[in-house]
Every structure is written in C-alpha cells, then in structure tokens.
C-alpha cells in the first residue's frame, strides 16, 4: 500500500468500526453522499434523537509503565467551533495491538500475530469546545488542536474490562 494511502485506510477503518458498534446497540447509521465534514449521521428508530458524528481515529502506543494505551487525535477549530442545529458527536476512535488472534486466518491474509483492537471515547462538541476553550489539547498555527487521550484498564472482572479515558 502507498504510504499515502495508509491514513485514508486507516481512518475509514475507524469510521466503519464505530458505525458496526452504533449498529450493535439498535442505533440507524446514514452516510451522506458527499462528505462536508461529517463522517455519518444516527438516529433512534422513532427520529427523536439525530446526530451529526465527526470520526477521529488514531493508533494505540503501549505505556510500559502500565497497562494502559495512549493515542493521538487532531481536531479542525473551525469544526469544533461550528454550531449547528444537528448537534456534533466526536468519536475518538484507538486501535491498539496487544492480543493474539483468536481465529486462524488463511496465509494469504497480509495479517499480524496480533488481533487489532478498537477503544473509544465519545464527546458532543459544545462539551469538547469548552474543555479546549479551558486550555485542553495543543492549537497549532494552521487552525488544528492535537490531543492526548489515554486508555487505561482499571478492573477486571469476569473477564471483561472496564476501562478509564483520561483526556490531556
């Protein structure tokens, strides 16, 4: 694959993962024809509830000091600053490799030894805004904000998880 192309895989791979888990939970998924700046839209069944989602995917780093990952996300100021009647949903969608594959998988399959796995944290914009706006993430001079989200296990028990985001 062109390196070029690795972050488009990479980031239509988060969008697809977050809208199968919306999906799993009874939720409508509706992609637009041209993309304007929002990845897909949800809605309930009774169209109560709609909401613009804006995807942001990134990989996972393993923290040696603990079990724990960290990742980092770009935002665009000017979408975060947008308000629209659709209120917007960030997703920030983590992928990290840690586990061995459950399944065997034909060679012809270019996969790892290892088994991806997806983490993430939701936040409506107007709640992101006001932590950027209190000095959260890092502004850079072509108008983007690089943030520091860590995922970190903290019980364990029936063997699932339950995990902490901490946002810096």
Same mark, same amino acid.
């Given at each position: 694959? @062109? /390196?070029?192309?690795?972050? *488009?895989? +990479? +980031?239509?791979?988060?969008?697809?993962?977050?809208?199968? &888990?919306?999906?799993?939970?009874?939720? #409508? !998924? /509706?992609?637009?024809?041209?993309?304007?700046?929002?990845?897909?839209?949800?809605?309930?069944?009774?169209?109560?509830?709609?909401?613009? !989602?804006?995807? @942001?995917?990134? %990989?996972?780093?393993? $923290?040696?000091?603990?079990? /724990?990952?960290?990742?980092?996300?770009?935002?665009?100021? &000017?979408? $975060?600053? #947008?308000? @629209?009647?659709?209120?917007? =949903?960030? !997703?920030?969608?983590?992928?990290?490799?840690?586990? /061995?594959?459950?399944?065997?998988?034909?060679?012809?399959?270019? $996969?790892?030894?290892?088994?991806?796995?997806?983490?993430?944290?939701?936040?409506?914009?107007?709640? $992101?805004?006001?932590?950027?706006?209190?000095?959260?993430?890092?502004?850079?001079?072509?108008?983007?904000?690089?943030? %520091?989200?860590?995922?970190?296990? =903290? !019980?364990?028990? %029936?063997?699932? *998880?339950?995990?902490?985001?901490?946002?810096?």
């Amino acid at each position: 694959m @062109k /390196a070029g192309y690795r972050a *488009m895989f +990479g +980031g239509r791979a988060g969008e697809l993962s977050v809208m199968s &888990e919306f999906l799993e939970v009874g939720w #409508q !998924v /509706a992609q637009p024809l041209i993309d304007f700046g929002d990845d897909f839209y949800l809605l309930d069944d009774e169209g109560q509830s709609i909401w613009r !989602v804006q995807v @942001k995917r990134s %990989s996972l780093k393993r $923290l040696i000091t603990r079990d /724990a990952w960290i990742g980092q996300f770009r935002l665009s100021r &000017e979408q $975060l600053e #947008q308000e @629209k009647a659709v209120e917007l =949903l960030y !997703v920030f969608a983590g992928r990290r490799v840690d586990t /061995a594959l459950p399944v065997l998988v034909p060679p012809a399959f270019p $996969l790892t030894e290892s088994c991806p796995r997806w983490e993430y944290f939701l936040m409506p914009r107007h709640e $992101l805004l006001c932590y950027v706006n209190a000095g959260l993430g890092r502004r850079r001079d072509n108008g983007r904000i690089d943030l %520091s989200l860590t995922f970190e296990k =903290l !019980v364990v028990r %029936s063997g699932e *998880m339950s995990w902490a985001r901490r946002v810096g």
